[in-house]
């Protein structure tokens, strides 16, 4: 069929009905093979130049000198070129998918389908909005005494985070690029927010530059983004102080929310691309819709399993890019859904609860776990009775609960932690967070790890890892310290402690530097100092921090990171396996580059069960096998081998299933 002929039959089927679909392409061109990255081509050299020096530096941070990855590399322009001389128009480019999106009708469909570099085709999902954001107008004005900046009625909702404190010691954001995903912004007028960072703003509804109302909004559309906005970082004293008030800003208008619309995740993902290459350090979201359409082509409880949705997909894209990435769990506790919804379902998002001023899990507060069995939310903040700024006004307020209100604020102290040791990867960011939150010992599927708290937080030590030395930093925040009495204390072995002074590096700041040891020894320590009047502190209470030399994480309540080689796979664990008790079998295995991991489980008989292939960048992978196969049995009894290919190695390992 001649291509003049494709153009006459595409237009004479416009009036069939389209939805929109994703289009998935084979391979990013001729030049680039998803093993190999070619420095040299043009592709890899567009991919590095599409980057902002500060995407470069985080980038670089996180995941060390390969920075770039196949995703990165931009869809093979002949494959769009092909696709739009069909009289197709493409909506939205998602270089990490190898995706484009656009309107399609059956006919459309059956030809694109049929083109030899389309992988698949697959239905943009739709969200239905559902505004049960609660919200009222409220212009009281309260003032308070005894804290550096007047919080008005916005004091409850920070202080139950220990917010306030950490502005007391002067960090409340600075350096940090923090991006916002949601309806809208009417920033540019309100006293709360017009003096704000704001370096790039769009609109991908309309695709243009203008994030506030416009013409076809409803008048509501950027209300719920202009409070969340207010929540994270107004400043208005007095009134309304956010913990991030510091910061710069990336907004994007992300949602449609007119009733007879709905919200499509290609914006979502378009959205988080576009921050990540202007060099986001931390994004929030605080979607307005909590729950799927009915329809067979939206998503299930079973799809909240951290790698099917596009919006959990790309969250987990932004994460290994060294982003630290933050959403609301939702309000569907008083549904029948119950549960999170996405992207709080990605694996290393910070997911956020709802409490009220007290303490008390709000009822609307999605719950735990993922449909995988993993911990959800993360974390709670306060979400009740939240108070911020009004959208279409100069200097009115509302109060407002839900899960929206919580996240912004749990965001706005990753920012603090941030901005107070700028060295912090986003893997130590959410261990820190997790760590210091008020549930940390014993987390729950209602909390998590509990009340996120700014003090705590940025009191936890972390480590800095210098040339090939590890540095440890801990802020001690009380008054009058004997600096000759801060104290790192070794634990040597059972009944053996060893102290060794730690050295003032700033006002708060204490340091220590470890001495070389080897990779992959168990480090446990506490730290002790005292005031002048003599008053001991012991950090932590009781027990003791613990690392594995190599790593850069410190443990308190969780488990401890062990330290991998490069390119190192591990045996499975459990082993024997049982489904029906453990849920998934998982191996660890570490990458130092951009790679490719390739695994087949076979059974006893030589019969290949599943096949997976994982892209890779530097750091730590967990692979996971839930006992089905391929085909969508639960596999027998029986002994199976994993063959992998990796690294340039072979390697293969054993695993006995039982059911």
């Given at each position: 069929?001649s291509?003049?002929?494709?153009?006459?039959?595409?237009?004479?089927?416009?009036?069939?009905?389209?939805?929109?679909?994703?289009?998935?392409?084979?391979?990013?061109?001729?030049?680039?093979s998803?093993?190999?990255?070619?420095?040299?081509?043009?592709?890899?050299q567009?991919?590095?130049?599409?980057?902002?020096?500060?995407?470069?530096?985080?980038?670089?941070k996180?995941?060390?000198?390969?920075?770039?990855?196949?995703?990165?590399?931009?869809?093979?322009?002949?494959?769009?070129?092909?696709?739009?001389?069909?009289?197709?128009?493409?909506?939205?480019?998602?270089?990490?998918?190898?995706?484009?999106?656009?309107?399609?009708?059956?006919?459309?469909?059956?030809?694109?389908?049929?083109?030899?570099?389309?992988?698949?085709?697959e239905?943009?999902?739709?969200?239905?909005?559902?505004?049960?954001?609660?919200?009222?107008?409220?212009?009281?004005?309260?003032?308070?005494?005894?804290?550096?900046?007047?919080?008005?009625?916005a004091?409850?909702?920070?202080?139950?985070?220990?917010?306030?404190?950490?502005?007391?010691?002067?960090?409340?954001?600075?350096?940090?690029?923090?991006?916002?995903?949601?309806?809208?912004?009417?920033?540019?007028?309100?006293?709360?927010?017009?003096?704000?960072?704001?370096?790039?703003?769009?609109?991908?509804?309309?695709?243009?530059?203008?994030?506030?109302?416009?013409?076809?909004?409803i008048?509501?559309?950027d209300?719920?983004?202009?409070?969340?906005?207010?929540?994270?970082?107004?400043?208005?004293?007095?009134?309304?102080?956010?913990?991030?008030?510091?910061?710069?800003?990336?907004?994007?208008?992300?949602?449609?929310?007119?009733?007879?619309?709905?919200?499509?995740?290609d914006?979502?993902?378009?959205?988080?691309?576009?921050?990540?290459?202007?060099?986001?350090?931390?994004?929030?979201?605080?979607?307005?819709?909590?729950?799927?359409?009915?329809?067979?082509?939206?998503?299930?409880?079973?799809?909240?399993?951290?790698?099917?949705?596009?919006?959990?997909?790309?969250?987990?894209?932004?994460?290994?890019?060294?982003?630290?990435?933050?959403?609301?769990?939702?309000?569907?506790?008083?549904?029948?859904?119950?549960?999170?919804?996405?992207?709080?379902?990605?694996?290393?998002?910070?997911?956020?609860?709802?409490?009220?001023?007290?303490?008390?899990?709000?009822?609307?507060?999605?719950?735990?776990?993922?449909?995988?069995?993993?911990?959800k939310?993360?974390?709670?903040?306060?979400?009740?009775?939240?108070?911020?700024?009004?959208?279409?006004?100069?200097?009115?307020?509302?109060?407002?609960?839900?899960?929206?209100?919580?996240?912004?604020?749990?965001?706005?102290?990753?920012?603090?932690?941030?901005?107070?040791?700028?060295?912090?990867?986003?893997?130590?960011?959410?261990?820190?967070?997790?760590?210091?939150?008020?549930?940390?010992?014993?987390?729950?599927?209602?909390?998590?790890?509990?009340?996120?708290?700014?003090?705590?937080?940025?009191?936890?030590?972390?480590?800095?890892?210098?040339?090939?030395?590890?540095?440890?930093?801990?802020?001690i925040?009380?008054?009058?310290?004997?600096?000759?009495?801060?104290?790192?204390?070794f634990?040597?072995?059972?009944?053996?402690?060893?102290?060794?002074?730690m050295?003032?590096?700033?006002?708060?700041?204490?340091?220590?530097?470890?001495?070389?040891?080897?990779n992959?020894?168990?480090?446990?320590?506490?730290?002790?100092?005292?005031?002048?009047?003599n008053?001991?502190?012991?950090?932590?209470?009781?027990?003791?921090?613990?690392?594995?030399?190599?790593?850069?994480?410190?443990?308190?309540?969780?488990?401890?990171?062990?330290?991998?080689?490069?390119?190192?796979v591990?045996?499975?664990?459990?082993?024997?396996?049982?489904?029906?008790?453990?849920?998934?079998?998982?191996?660890?295995?570490?990458?130092?580059?951009?790679?490719?991991?390739?695994?087949?489980?076979?059974?006893?008989?030589?019969?290949?069960?599943?096949?997976?292939?994982?892209?890779?960048?530097?750091?730590?992978?967990?692979?996971?096998?839930?006992?089905?196969?391929?085909?969508?049995?639960?596999?027998?009894s029986?002994?199976?081998?994993?063959?992998?290919q990796?690294?340039?190695?072979?390697?293969?390992?054993?695993?006995?299933?039982?059911k």
């Open positions: 069929m291509k003049s002929v494709l153009i006459i039959l595409f237009f004479s089927t416009l009036i069939i009905a389209q939805e929109k679909y994703f289009i998935y392409f084979k391979d990013k061109g001729p030049e680039n998803y093993n190999q990255l070619n420095k040299n081509s043009v592709s890899y567009e991919a590095l130049n599409s980057l902002t020096e500060k995407a470069v530096e985080r980038r670089i996180n995941m060390g000198e390969d920075y770039i990855t196949y995703e990165d590399l931009k869809i093979y322009a002949d494959y769009i070129s092909e696709i739009e001389n069909l009289g197709i128009k493409i909506l939205r480019k998602l270089n990490w998918f190898n995706s484009v999106s656009a309107y399609l009708n059956p006919e459309q469909i059956e030809v694109i389908k049929n083109l030899p570099f389309v992988e698949a085709i239905p943009v999902k739709k969200l239905s909005y559902k505004n049960d954001f609660k919200y009222e107008t409220d212009n009281s004005f309260l003032k308070l005494s005894g804290t550096t900046y007047n919080y008005g009625a004091f409850k909702q920070v202080n139950l985070s220990d917010i306030p404190f950490i502005h007391s010691k002067n960090i409340s954001g600075q350096n940090v690029l923090i991006g916002i995903l949601d309806s809208g912004f009417d920033w540019k007028y309100h006293e709360a927010l017009q003096n704000k960072d704001v370096i790039a703003e769009y609109d991908f509804v309309f695709n243009d530059s203008v994030t506030a109302n416009q013409s076809g909004d008048q509501s559309q209300r719920h983004g202009t409070y969340v906005f207010s929540l994270l970082a107004g400043s208005t004293d007095s009134i309304v102080i956010g913990p991030a008030f510091n910061s710069s800003f990336i907004l994007a208008k992300t949602e449609d929310i007119r009733s007879e619309t709905q919200v499509e995740e914006n979502y993902a378009a959205a988080l691309i576009w921050m990540e290459s202007l060099g986001v350090d931390i994004t929030t979201s605080s979607l307005g819709y909590n729950e799927f359409d009915n329809n067979s082509s939206s998503y299930s409880y079973s799809n909240m399993d951290g790698r099917t949705t596009i919006v959990t997909r790309a969250v987990n894209l932004a994460y290994n890019r060294g982003v630290s990435t933050f959403t609301s769990a939702g309000n569907e506790g008083y549904t029948r859904w119950k549960y999170i919804t996405a992207p709080a379902d990605a694996y290393k998002i910070i997911s956020v609860g709802a409490v009220d001023e007290f303490g008390n899990i709000a009822g609307f507060s999605s719950r735990g776990p993922t449909y995988d069995g993993r911990i939310p993360e974390v709670v903040a306060c979400g009740v009775d939240d108070y911020g700024a009004l959208a279409h006004t100069e200097s009115s307020y509302m109060l407002g609960s839900g899960t929206s209100a919580s996240a912004p604020i749990a965001s706005g102290i990753g920012a603090l932690l941030l901005s107070a040791f700028p060295h912090l990867k986003n893997e130590q960011i959410r261990n820190i967070i997790l760590e210091s939150s008020s549930n940390s010992s014993n987390p729950n599927n209602n909390i998590g790890y509990g009340i996120i708290s700014a003090r705590n937080a940025i009191e936890f030590p972390n480590l800095q890892k210098i040339s090939n030395e590890f540095i440890l930093h801990k802020m925040f009380e008054d009058k310290i004997k600096e000759s009495t801060v104290n790192i204390v634990k040597i072995a059972d009944d053996l402690l060893e102290p060794f002074q050295i003032k590096n700033d006002k708060y700041d204490y340091v220590y530097t470890f001495p070389q040891k080897n992959g020894d168990l480090l446990q320590f506490y730290i002790t100092y005292s005031d002048s009047l008053n001991f502190y012991r950090k932590p209470e009781s027990g003791f921090y613990k690392f594995v030399y190599g790593t850069e994480v410190i443990s308190l309540n969780m488990e401890i990171q062990q330290y991998q080689s490069y390119n190192d591990s045996d499975f664990f459990p082993n024997p396996f049982i489904p029906a008790d453990h849920k998934k079998a998982q191996l660890r295995f570490y990458s130092s580059e951009n790679d490719l991991f390739k695994i087949f489980i076979v059974d006893g008989t030589g019969q290949k069960v599943i096949e997976r292939n994982i892209n890779t960048v530097p750091g730590i992978y967990v692979f996971e096998w839930d006992g089905y196969s391929d085909k969508g049995y639960l596999c027998a029986g002994v199976y081998f994993a063959l992998i990796f690294g340039g190695k072979e390697y293969g390992r054993k695993l006995v299933l039982l």
